[in-house]
C-alpha cells in the first residue's frame, strides 16, 4: 500500500504583523468527503503497516495476558451507606456500575453497559447517587463521544425510569432533599447550522422534578437568568446543596480555568422565580478560589492568593467577605489539593515532594494533624457522606495496585476493605528512582524512572519518556499492568513533571502557562537530555510520548529537537494552537492556551504550535499520532493536519503514521480491546524503530 497524499492548498493568516501559513485548511471541514476519504485511507494504511510488525502480535497477546488477570474499581461514591462504583473484570469491555453496603454484604450489579448490543459500543461516563442511596443518575454516549444522556435508575430494582434527557454532556447532578428532585446542567440543541464554537456555549442549570417533561424543565441558573450573577457565554454555571446546611452554592467555572467564581443564596429561594433569587458574590476570579467545601453556616475555601502551594481560609456564608477571612490551614512546603468536611473535622487532601497526604484540623480551631496512611504513594480519590464520619480513599503508587482504605476520622486509623482484588502481578523485579533534571533555566525538574532491578547504564536501553504538563494537573504515580509488558522486555518507563502541571501547586502551573509555555516544552527536553546523559539510553533508543495538552511537550520537542528522538509519539494531541478556539472545546481553553485575538495571546500560542514550526527537509524521527473521529476535546484534524505536514516535510525517510479510531473519541469510553490494541500498536512501533 502507499501512504495517500494530503492536497496543499495554503491558506495565509496575519497576526499582529506576522503571517502564518496553513497548507492543510482545507481539513478542518472534516466531514468532507475529501477529508473522510483521506481519513479513512490514512488509517488503512497505517492499520496495515502495524499489523506487519514483527512483535506486534506477541505484545498483544502478552497485554492480553497482563489485562486478563485484571480487575479494576474506582470512582468510588458514598451515599446512604451505601457504596458505589465503577468496576470491570476481566470479560468486561467496558466498566459497569456497582454498589454495596458499606456495612457488607454482597455487591450488586447497578448498570452494565457490556450488555447493550449495537454496532457501535456505548459506555457508562458519569454518575451521581442520590443522598439517601435509593437513585442514581448516570449519563451514556457512544463511540467515545461523551454526548451524554441522562438515565435515573432505582437501586432496590435495579430499574432504570422512562427517562431520558438530552445535552448532559459533562453535566453535574445534584439531588435534593425528596431524594427525587434533582438540578443538572444542560447544553441547549445545536442545529447543524451552528458555529462549531456555539456548541459548549450557554449552558444552564435546570430542575428536574418526578414525572415532569425534561424539555419544560424549569431553568434555574445562567446567563441571563438572575442580574445579580454575571456569566460570560463560555462560562459553565453548576448549584450545590448540603444537608448540613440552609445554604446552596451557585458555582461558576470559566472554562479550563483553575479559578472559580462562588455566589450563595438560601436554600429556601430554589423554590422562587429564580431571577430575583438573592444571590450574593463569594468570591471571583481574582480571588484564587480553586476549591471549597461548606458546613452550617461556613464555607472554607482552598485558595493560591498569597500562598502558591494553597491555604485554606473560611467566611461566613451569613455575611461572605473575604478581605476579613480566617486562615483554618496555612500554606506550608506540601500543595493542598482538595478539601472536604468530614464530622467535626475539616480534611486537607495533600501533595507532599508527590506523595498523596491527609491532614484534620478540627473546625471549632487547632493545628493541623497529619494521619498516617498505609500506603507511601497516590491518593487517587477520596469520598464521604455528611451525615457520617466514614471516609473512603483509593491508595495506590508505581509498583502497588489500587487499594481501597475505609477510615474513621475520628480516630484516625485505616483499614483496607478489600474490595479491590490486589493484582496478581509480580512487580518484585522492578524499581522506581524519582530524580531532578536539571532544565534550561536551572531549575530543578522532577523525573520518575521505572525499570527492572541491576539496569546496566549503557546507553542502550529502549526509553519511553511520558508528559503532560497543563492545567495544573499531577501527573501521579499509577499503577499500570499493561506497562509490565514494556517493562519485562527491558524497557524503561519514564514521567516528567515538566512546569504547567500541578506538582508544587500554583506557582509550577504559572510557570508554564501562556508566555510561560517554552517552560513545559524545554523541560520535557531536558528531562530526555537526563535520561541520555545518565546513560539509560541515548537518541537512538528514545521515544517520548504524550496525549491530548501532552501533544504541546510532545510536539514543542519534536519540532525544536528532532535529533534527541528516534520516535515520538503524540496521542490525540493538541498541535494546533493557533486553530484550537475555533474547535467545539476551543472557547473554554482560552483561559490556559491564550487566544488570537490579542497579541500576549497569539505569542503564548505559537509558542505551543508545533504543526506551523514544522520545516520543510528536516530530518524527523518517527512518528505516530492519533486521533479518535468522535473526540469532543480534541478535533481530529489537529493530529491529521500535524501527519499531513510531517509526511510531507520529513527528509529522514523515518515513517509518519496517523492512527484513527472511527469508533473511539479522547480516550474516555474507549474500550478494553481498543486500549490494548491501541497499546500494542505503541511498543511495537517503538521497538521497530529502536531497531529491537
Known amino acids: 500500500m502507499k501512504q495517500p497524499i494530503a492536497r496543499i492548498e495554503v491558506v495565509r493568516d496575519n497576526y499582529f504583523g506576522t503571517t502564518i501559513e496553513d497548507p492543510y485548511r482545507w481539513m478542518e471541514d472534516r466531514q468532507s468527503e475529501e477529508m473522510q476519504s483521506w481519513l479513512k485511507a490514512q488509517a488503512d494504511y497505517t492499520r496495515a503497516y ?10 498483544l497477546t502478552r497485554i492480553e495476558e497482563l489485562d486478563d488477570t485484571t480487575t479494576t474499581a474506582r470512582n468510588f461514591e458514598l451515599a446512604g451507606g451505601n457504596v458505589f462504583y465503577l468496576r470491570k473484570d476481566p470479560s468486561d469491555n467496558l466498566e459497569k456500575l456497582m454498589v454495596r453496603g458499606l456495612a457488607g454484604g454482597e455487591e450488586k450489579l447497578l448498570f452494565d453497559p457490556n450488555a447493550l448490543k449495537g454496532e457501535v459500543h456505548t459506555a457508562l461516563d458519569w454518575y451521581f447517587p442520590s443522598r439517601d442511596g435509593k437513585h442514581v443518575a448516570y449519563g ?36 435534593l432533599e425528596d431524594q427525587r428532585s434533582f438540578l443538572y446542567r444542560r447544553f441547549p440543541h445545536r442545529g447543524p447550522e451552528a458555529e462549531a464554537t456555539d456548541y459548549f456555549k450557554d449552558s444552564k442549570i435546570h430542575l428536574h422534578r418526578p414525572g415532569s417533561d425534561p424539555e419544560r424543565d424549569p431553568i434555574i441558573f445562567g446567563r441571563g437568568i438572575n442580574p445579580r450573577v454575571e456569566l460570560a457565554p463560555d462560562d459553565i454555571p453548576q448549584i450545590f446543596t448540603s444537608t448540613k446546611s440552609d445554604w446552596m452554592i451557585g458555582e461558576i467555572l470559566h472554562g479550563d480555568q483553575s479559578e472559580i467564581t462562588l455566589y450563595v443564596a438560601p436554600r429556601s429561594a430554589l423554590n422562587e422565580d429564580p431571577a430575583t433569587c438573592p444571590w450574593r458574590l463569594i468570591a471571583d476570579i481574582e ?22 502551594r494553597y491555604k485554606v481560609i473560611a467566611t461566613s456564608l451569613k455575611e461572605p467577605d473575604l478581605a476579613r477571612a480566617r486562615v483554618v490551614v496555612s500554606e506550608s512546603q506540601v500543595v493542598i489539593e482538595d478539601i472536604r468536611v468530614v464530622g467535626e473535622y475539616l480534611l486537607t487532601l495533600d501533595l507532599d515532594a508527590g506523595l498523596g497526604r491527609i491532614r484534620r484540623v478540627r473546625l471549632s480551631g487547632g493545628e493541623p494533624e497529619q494521619l498516617s496512611l498505609p500506603i507511601e504513594g497516590t491518593i487517587s480519590g477520596w469520598t464521604s457522606e455528611e451525615d457520617s464520619t466514614e471516609l473512603l480513599l483509593t491508595l495506590t503508587s508505581w509498583l502497588i495496585s489500587p487499594q481501597l482504605y475505609r477510615c474513621d476520622v475520628n480516630s484516625g486509623q485505616f483499614a483496607n476493605t478489600g474490595w479491590i482484588p490486589t ?26 524512572i521505572i525499570h527492572k532491578k541491576g539496569l546496566v547504564l549503557d546507553g542502550n536501553n529502549p526509553t519511553l519518556m511520558q508528559g503532560y504538563g497543563s492545567y495544573g494537573i499531577v501527573s501521579r504515580a499509577a499503577f499500570n499492568p499493561l506497562r509490565v509488558s514494556w517493562l519485562e522486555r527491558g524497557g524503561v518507563f519514564a514521567m516528567a513533571h515538566m512546569r504547567g502541571g500541578g506538582e508544587y501547586g500554583d506557582g509550577w502551573h504559572k ?33 517520548g510520548i504524550g496525549g491530548s495538552a501532552g501533544g504541546i511537550p510532545t510536539g514543542g520537542s519534536l519540532v525544536r529537537r528532532p535529533d534527541l528522538w528516534a520516535v515520538m509519539v503524540m496521542a490525540v494531541p493538541c498541535v494546533n494552537t493557533l486553530r484550537m478556539e475555533f474547535t ?18 497569539f505569542k503564548g500560542l505559537l509558542i505551543t504550535d508545533s504543526y506551523t514550526r514544522v520545516k520543510d527537509g528536516e530530518r524527523y524521527p518517527a512518528v505516530l499520532l492519533t486521533g479518535g473521529a468522535n473526540d469532543p476535546r480534541v478535533v481530529v484534524w489537529q493530529p491529521a493536519k500535524m501527519a499531513a505536514r510531517l509526511q510531507a516535510a520529513s527528509a529522514s525517510g523515518k515513517p509518519v503514521l496517523l492512527r484513527i479510531e472511527f469508533q473511539g473519541g479522547h480516550g474516555m469510553g474507549s474500550t478494553r480491546q481498543q486500549i490494548r490494541e491501541e497499546l500494542a500498536d505503541t511498543y511495537a512501533f517503538l521497538l521497530q524503530q529502536f531497531g529491537a
Open 584 to 601: 467545539e472545546n476551543g472557547p473554554p481553553n482560552i483561559p490556559e492556551f491564550g487566544s488570537v485575538t490579542t497579541e500576549d495571546g
Open 423 to 448: 493484582s496478581p502481578i509480580d512487580v518484585s523485579g522492578f524499581e522506581v528512582h524519582e530524580v531532578f533534571a536539571p532544565g534550561k533555566d536551572g531549575t530543578q525538574i522532577p523525573l520518575s
Open 140 to 175: 451514556i454516549s457512544q463511540g467515545g463521544s461523551e454526548e451524554s444522556v441522562l438515565h435515573v435508575l432505582e437501586v432496590e430494582s435495579g430499574r432504570t425510569l422512562d427517562l431520558t434527557i438530552k445535552g448532559t454532556d459533562f453535566t453535574s447532578v445534584n439531588w
Open 50 to 59: 502495524l499489523d506487519a510488525l514483527p512483535e506486534r502480535a506477541a505484545l
Open 511 to 543: 510557570a508554564g502557562h501562556m508566555l510561560k509555555k517554552h517552560n513545559t516544552i524545554e523541560d520535557f527536553i531536558a528531562c530526555a537530555e537526563y535520561l541520555v546523559q545518565q546513560g539509560y539510553t541515548r537518541p537512538a533508543k528514545l521515544a
Open 287 to 308: 480571588d484564587g478560589v480553586t476549591g471549597y467545601t461548606w458546613s452550617g453556616d461556613t464555607i472554607y475555601l482552598k485558595t493560591h492568593k498569597g500562598a502558591p
